[in-house]
């Protein structure tokens, strides 16, 4: 009687045939898609369009000085930085950051001797090395072992020298062709001091120090009020709400692109509509040592400190419960260098300093960076090298105010140190970084402080791991 009901099947019975089961591969791919949908969504449109203004004020500049100075093709540039962007912000769903490799930068602005074949051949490096050190699993290494204290001195070192090279742009006037100053800024007119006064105190109050729940402290202080009273006071709640909601950057960079067009009317002839000429770099045997020596050595360090291992613990903070890898991080660094160098491509890295500045203006999603890339990638497309006409214009003072506040909201991630002796090697590390213009001389002074005073403190019984050990383990 059972083998008579349908709706019990016989003992051999193993399910759907092969064709109505869904594929391994495509189950894979569509998890795929579904989290890069999810990391692309915009938590709140203003406030991501904002924030991917906050780091303009780093790469504009060095962009721009490379442009300038040793003919870097600020097209290719876009087009390829602009592709970055929306991959990593697809990624890592988080306004990660693609910055300028700022040793590399300053090697190639430093003096003749090191072009573009240079530039591209220590980018390379740099990015091949980081490759080999995230697939060997030496980077996640590193990053379990180096102490929480010097990781903060390297994170407010940084801060605090985006904040000291933003007061120059502000007090100097700035000539990126040749990487000097000409003398103090004037008060008055399109690039003075007022303006970039203007700017800081607009951006001051509608941002504030950083706080993301000042809506929800004016609905804690609300009481029952009368009828009369409480219309007044919804309508201010209301006007203030809308204020706290203006995206501050993106409204101060629309601004320094009207000013740009106003200081010099006719560079609209110098516009030429079209992607720029791309094609393979020819490194020869010089340019691979001189772009080892003098960019991929002193790169390295800031690369794995900066671009890798701060900005993973920096995005950990900010984003508690996301789960950051170094490995993948020196790896998706590593493959843009190794890939877009070839091309003339600048060198490019993560940095904190960027993220810092993209988070402090309202970036929370991927969606951030990947509206960034997609208006570079337009304008690389369309406009190409000719943009150099316009951003050349662009008044500096209002890139060194958007400059300030990153660097400030970088520096400000080191305000957890708990203990003195943390502060000791925090501070120690930040002070000779900024002294010596080395964060590789910062941190080795720093492992050393700290492995010190781990030894000055150490009992007898413990085992020797323990000097190494650090608060986030």
């Not at 220590?122 to 072992?145: E, H, S």
């Not at 002839?269 to 000429?277: E, L, Q, R, T, Y």
């Not at 970036?363 to 337009?378: E, P, W, Y």
């Not at 316009?390 to 400030?408: R, T, W």
């Amino acid at each position: 009687m059972e083998s008579q009901n349908p709706q019990i099947p016989p003992p051999h019975f193993k399910g759907p045939p092969e064709a109505a089961r869904p594929s391994p591969i495509s189950g894979f791919a569509a998890n795929i898609v579904d989290k890069v949908k999810t990391n692309l969504v915009f938590q709140s449109k203003w406030a991501e369009l904002n924030g991917a203004m906050g780091d303009l004020g780093t790469y504009i500049p060095i962009v721009l000085a490379l442009t300038l100075v040793d003919g870097l093709n600020l097209g290719t540039t876009l087009i390829f930085t602009g592709v970055y962007n929306i991959i990593t912000g697809a990624i890592y769903g988080v306004p990660m950051p693609v910055q300028p490799m700022k040793s590399i930068a300053a090697a190639a602005l430093a003096g003749p001797g090191f072009g573009v074949p240079e530039i591209m051949a220590a980018g390379i490096l740099t990015g091949g090395i980081l490759i080999v050190l995230g697939v060997t699993g030496l980077m996640k290494l590193a990053y379990k072992l180096i102490p929480l204290s010097v990781v903060r001195g390297i994170q407010l070192a940084q801060g605090l020298s985006f904040a000291l090279t933003a007061v120059k742009y502000v007090r100097k006037v700035q000539d990126f062709s040749k990487s000097k100053a000409n003398g103090d800024r004037q008060w008055l007119g399109l690039d003075g001091l007022v303006l970039a006064i203007v700017c800081f105190c607009f951006i001051v109050i509608i941002t504030g120090a950083g706080e993301e729940c000042s809506g929800r402290r004016d609905e804690e202080t609300d009481v029952d009020l009368g009828v009369d009273e409480e219309r007044p006071r919804r309508k201010r709640r209301n006007f203030r709400k809308i204020i706290l909601a203006l995206p501050s950057a993106f409204i101060i960079f629309v601004l320094g692109v009207v000013l740009a067009f106003i200081r010099k009317p006719n560079v609209v002839h110098d516009i030429k509509f079209g992607p720029s000429a791309m094609e393979v770099v020819s490194i020869s045997k010089h340019a691979w040592k001189e772009g080892f020596i003098k960019g991929t050595i002193p790169q390295l360090p800031l690369s794995i400190l900066n671009s890798v291992i701060a900005v993973c613990k920096l995005s950990s903070d900010l984003f508690p419960g996301r789960d950051f890898s170094v490995t993948s991080l020196s790896v998706t660094v590593g493959l843009m260098n190794v890939i877009g160098c070839w091309f003339g491509a600048m060198p490019s890295c993560h940095g904190a300093g960027g993220l810092a500045g993209q988070y402090k203006f309202g970036g929370r999603s991927g969606g951030c960076v990947a509206l960034l890339g997609t208006a570079k990638l337009i304008l690389g497309l369309v406009l190409g090298s000719s943009l150099v006409k316009i951003l050349s214009q662009f008044p500096v003072g209002v890139l060194g105010i958007l400059l300030l506040f990153a660097g400030i909201e970088l520096a400000m991630a080191s305000r957890d140190m708990n203990t003195k002796e943390e502060s000791f090697v925090m501070l120690l590390c930040t002070a000779i970084s900024l002294v010596g213009s080395s964060a590789a001389l910062g941190f080795v002074c720093g492992i050393l402080a700290h492995l010190l005073l781990r030894l000055r403190d150490y009992r007898k019984g413990q085992p020797l791991s323990t000097l190494w050990m650090h608060e986030n383990q």
